[in-house]
C-alpha cells in the first residue's frame, strides 16, 4: 500500500505547486532501501545481525557504543530507518541513547529495537519508548527479519500519518486533522467551553513579495511558536489552516486583546523595516455550536478588520449574526430583484464648476435596491457582499444595460447626449467577456463609445496591476473613458499615477469634508489638483455639500463636482428636471 502511494507521490511532486509535500518526501524515503544502524560492543553480534539483515535487503552500519551510535544517527539524520540497540556497552550505554534520542524532536521518530539477552530490562526499555525487542543469541533469523519488518512497517505508517497531520513549516496541525480534532472535542467533551479563533496577518502577499518567501516564512515560524507558547497554558489546539491563516480552539476565557498584543508585539522585534499587522476574529463560546460553524463565524469577524491597524481585534457578536442573517437573505433574495425590477438605477449629476453657471457635464448611475420587505437598501449594504462572491456581476450587468438604455432615451427625447459613469468591480474587470459586452451594449443602442465612462476603484489598481492595467489600457484604446474612483483611499504612490491609464480622478469625498475649515486638508486637495493637472487628467471632486466647498475648489482649478450640493443620486424622472433645467439655462444662454 505505501509503495504505490510512494509511486505516485514522486510522480506528483513536481505539480504540486512547486513545493514538496512532507507526506510525499516520506514516501520517497520508503522506496529506497532502507538504512539499519546496529549498536553493540560486540564484533560477532554486530556481524551476525547485519548477515541476517543484509539478506533482507537492507543497509546495514554499525557503531560499537553509544557515543558512536549518537555520530551516526545525527550524520543520517534523514536516511536512518531504524536503530538495534544493545543495552549494556561501554562509554554511553543503550538507555542513555534513548534518552538522548527522546529529547530530540529531529531523531525521537527513529524506531529502536533492544538487543538484550536479560528480560528483566526490558520494562524499562519499554517505558523509554523502545519499540521491541530482539535476544540474544541470534538464532533464529526469520524472528528476526520479520520484527524488524513490522516495527519498520508501524513505524512509516506512523510517520505518513504525522507528516500529514502537522504542517511542516510550525509545527502546527493541517486543517483537516484540526478540524476533525476539533469535531471530535465538541462531540465527546460537551463540558468543555472552546472559543474559536482566526488570526490573519494583513496583506501577507506584499510581505512575501516585497521581503522574500524565507521571510514570509519566518514570520508564520513565529507565529506557530508564539501559539504553542500559549497553549502549553491553556488547553487547546492549532493549525495552520493555509498561507497565513491560523484557526485556534481553546478553552473559553478572555484577554485576547493581550494575547494579540503579545503576537504582535513578538512580529514587531522581527525586522525594524517591514510592519506586519496581525488581526484576529474571535467566536466565543456558545450552546450548541459546532466547530465548523464557529470558525466560519471567527473568520468572518477576523475579517471585519481587515486594514483596521487601530482595532485589529474583532469578538462575534449579536450585531454581526444579526448581519450574518441579513446577508443570507439578501443573497437569496438577488435572484428575484432583478427579474421583478427591485433593483433600481438612480443617477447622479456631475457639474461642471469652471463654468458659470457650473454646467451639466454627466452621470453616474448607482444602484438601489427596493426590497418589498426590507425597504430601500443602499449598495453600501450589498455591494460589497456581492464583491465578495462574484455575483456583483449580474448587478453591474443591469446597470450598464439600464443605463445605456437611459442615455439612448434621453439623447432621443431631449436631442442631448448625457454621458454617462458606471462602476466596475475587480469580477467585471477579469471577466474576458467584458470587451465585448461593453462594445455590444454602445452598439445595441447606438451610441458611441464616448458615451459610457467606467469607473474602476483606486484599490483595483494596486492588485494583479498587470492584469488590471492590460485590460483598462484595450478599453481606452477602444475610446472608452476610464475614471479612477475613490482616489486617496488606496496605496497607489504618485510614481505609478503617472503610468496608470486613466482619464478622469475621481477625488474621494473624504479630501473634501474638512476643506472649509483645515487649511492641511484644502493644501492636500491643492496638492492634488497640481499632480493631475501635470498628468493631464481631469478631477472629479466627490462630496461635495456646500457652497463655500464648491467655491474653494472652483478657485483651485477643480474642473468637475459630484456631490449633494447639486442633487442626490435620483431616479431618472426626476433626473429629468435637472436635465431640463440644463437646457433651459442653455437656451436663455443663447438668447
Ligand atoms: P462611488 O462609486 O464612489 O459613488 C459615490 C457615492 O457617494 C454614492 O453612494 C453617492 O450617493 C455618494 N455621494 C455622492 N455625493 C455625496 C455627498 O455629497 N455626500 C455624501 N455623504 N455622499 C455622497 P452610494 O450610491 O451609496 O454608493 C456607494 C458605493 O457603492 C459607490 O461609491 C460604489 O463604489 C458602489 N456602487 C454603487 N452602485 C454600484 C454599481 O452599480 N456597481 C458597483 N460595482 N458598485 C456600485
Ligand atoms: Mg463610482
Ligand atoms: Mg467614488
Redesign the pocket.
Known amino acids: 500500500m505505501c509503495l504505490n502511494a510512494g509511486y505516485n507521490g514522486i510522480n506528483n511532486r513536481r505539480n504540486l505547486m512547486g513545493r514538496e509535500d512532507t507526506a510525499l518526501v516520506m514516501t520517497d524515503k520508503i522506496v529506497r532501501p532502507k538504512l539499519v544502524l546496529v549498536v553493540d560492543d560486540q564484533e560477532l553480534n554486530r556481524d551476525a545481525l547485519s548477515a541476517i539483515l543484509e539478506e533482507e535487503k537492507y543497509q546495514i552500519i554499525e557503531a560499537q557504543n553509544g557515543a558512536e551510535a549518537m555520530e551516526e544517527i545525527y550524520r543520517h539524520v534523514d536516511d536512518l530507518s531504524m536503530l538495534l540497540l544493545d543495552l549494556n556497552m561501554p562509554v554511553m550505554t543503550g538507555f542513555e541513547v534513548m534518552e538522548k534520542l527522546r529529547a530530540d524532536d529531529r531523531v525521537n521518530h527513529i524506531p529502536v529495537i533492544v538487543l538484550t539477552a536479560d528480560t528483566s530490562a526490558e520494562l524499562k526499555a519499554l517505558q523509554m519508548g523502545a519499540a521491541d525487542f530482539i535476544t540474544k543469541p541470534f538464532n533464529m533469523p526469520e524472528i528476526i527479519q520479520t520484527r524488524v519488518a513490522r516495527i519498520l512497517e508501524l513505524s512509516e505508517g506512523r510517520q505518513l500519518i504525522s507528516a500529514a497531520e502537522h504542517d511542516r513549516l510550525t509545527g502546527l496541525y493541517t486543517r483537516n486533522f484540526f478540524f476533525e480534532y476539533a469535531k471530535r472535542l465538541f462531540q465527546y467533551h460537551p463540558e468543555m467551553h472552546m472559543d474559536s479563533i482566526v488570526i490573519n496577518i494583513d496583506q501577507f502577499h506584499s510581505i512575501n513579495a516585497v521581503n522574500g518567501r524565507d521571510f514570509g516564512d519566518v514570520v508564520l515560524r513565529l507565529i506557530g511558536d508564539e501559539i504553542r507558547a500559549f497553549l502549553a497554558q491553556t488547553e487547546g489546539i492549532a493549525s495552520r489552516i493555509e498561507a497565513d491563516s491560523f484557526d485556534i480552539y481553546c478553552i473559553s476565557q478572555t484577554g485576547y486583546t493581550n494575547l494579540l498584543e503579545t503576537f504582535q508585539d513578538k512580529v514587531n522585534r522581527l525586522s525594524p523595516n517591514v510592519s506586519i499587522h496581525l488581526r484576529m476574529g474571535v467566536m466565543p463560546w456558545r450552546e450548541g455550536s459546532d466547530p465548523v460553524l464557529t470558525f466560519d463565524q471567527a473568520r468572518a469577524a477576523c475579517n471585519m478588520v481587515r486594514g483596521d491597524y487601530q482595532n485589529p481585534l474583532m469578538l462575534y457578536d449579536d450585531n454581526m449574526y444579526a448581519r450574518e442573517l441579513l446577508n443570507q437573505r439578501l443573497l437569496n433574495d438577488l435572484n428575484n430583484a432583478a427579474s421583478e425590477r427591485q433593483l433600481q438605477v438612480?443617477y447622479?449629476p456631475k457639474y461642471d464648476i469652471q463654468c458659470d453657471p457650473p454646467r451639466l457635464s454627466s452621470a453616474?448611475?448607482?444602484?438601489r435596491w427596493n426590497h418589498p420587505e426590507l425597504g430601500m437598501i443602499?449598495?453600501?449594504d450589498f455591494?460589497p457582499l456581492l464583491?465578495g462572491n462574484g455575483l456583483?456581476s449580474i448587478?453591474?450587468s443591469f446597470?450598464w444595460k439600464e443605463a445605456a438604455c437611459q442615455i439612448s432615451e434621453w439623447k432621443k427625447k431631449y436631442g442631448f447626449l448625457l454621458p454617462v459613469s458606471?462602476?466596475?468591480?475587480r469580477a467585471d474587470v477579469f471577466d474576458p467577456t467584458l470587451v465585448d459586452r461593453l462594445l455590444c451594449l454602445v452598439r445595441d443602442n447606438g451610441l458611441d463609445v464616448g458615451a459610457i465612462k467606467l469607473?474602476v476603484?483606486e484599490s483595483a489598481y494596486t492588485d494583479k496591476a498587470k492584469d488590471l492595467l492590460d485590460i483598462v489600457t484595450r478599453l481606452r484604446e477602444l475610446g472608452f473613458q476610464i475614471e479612477m474612483?475613490?482616489f486617496g483611499t488606496g496605496y497607489s504612490s504618485l510614481n505609478m499615477l503617472s503610468d496608470m491609464p486613466i482619464d478622469v480622478l475621481?477625488m474621494d469625498?473624504k479630501f473634501i469634508r474638512n476643506i472649509e475649515s483645515s487649511e492641511t486638508d484644502m493644501r492636500l486637495v491643492k496638492l492634488i489638483l497640481d499632480i493631475a493637472k501635470y498628468l493631464s487628467l481631469q478631477v472629479v471632486a466627490?462630496?461635495?455639500?456646500t457652497s463655500r466647498q464648491l467655491e474653494l475648489l472652483k478657485e483651485a482649478g477643480c474642473d468637475l463636482v459630484?456631490?449633494?450640493?447639486f442633487s442626490?443620486?435620483v431616479p431618472p424622472e426626476e433626473f429629468e428636471k435637472l436635465i431640463e433645467a440644463e437646457l433651459s439655462t442653455q437656451r436663455e444662454q443663447r438668447n
Open positions: 438612480f447622479q453616474e448611475a448607482l444602484i443602499f449598495p453600501g455591494v464583491e456583483i448587478v453591474d446597470v458606471v462602476n466596475l468591480s469607473e476603484t474612483d475613490d475621481k469625498m466627490e462630496g461635495v455639500e459630484q456631490g449633494y450640493y442626490r443620486p
